[in-house]
């Protein structure tokens, strides 16, 4: 079946980095867009990058542009976001994403905190 598990989140300072990962499983991985996706406290779930199955033309959410890039190695299944230059605003949990077929796929989740 479908796995999607993240990790990689923590607490970091205002101005700090964390890299977020996803291991992926029971799907053929290089095939799929795979997303990031963040949850505030008390706010909706908002799309925050993705990127194409071939690793090319990663798209980010305007507030993470310059800040956050997205990759991925198809060879160990795994898509990584790279935060950088964080701010208390990306505190939420991070979750990644697979539509495959009809089916939105999610893990678990990862929590950021930003604080100091």
């Known amino acids: 079946q479908v796995q999607l598990v993240e990790s990689g989140g923590g607490w970091v300072q205002p101005g700090g980095s964390l890299r977020l990962s996803c291991a992926a499983s029971?799907?053929?991985?290089?095939?799929?867009?795979i997303s990031w996706f963040r949850q505030a406290p008390g706010k909706e779930r908002e799309w925050v990058a993705a990127?194409?199955?071939?690793?090319?033309?990663?798209s980010y959410t305007d507030s993470v542009k310059g800040r956050f890039t997205i990759s991925r190695d198809n060879a160990k299944d795994t898509v990584y976001l790279q935060m950088n230059n964080l701010k208390p605003e990306d505190t939420a949990v991070y979750y990644c994403n697979a539509r495959v077929g009809f089916t939105h796929y999610w893990g678990q989740g990862t929590q950021v905190t930003v604080s100091s």
């Open positions: 990127i194409t199955g071939a690793g090319t033309s990663p």
């Open positions: 029971g799907f053929a991985f290089s095939s799929y867009v």
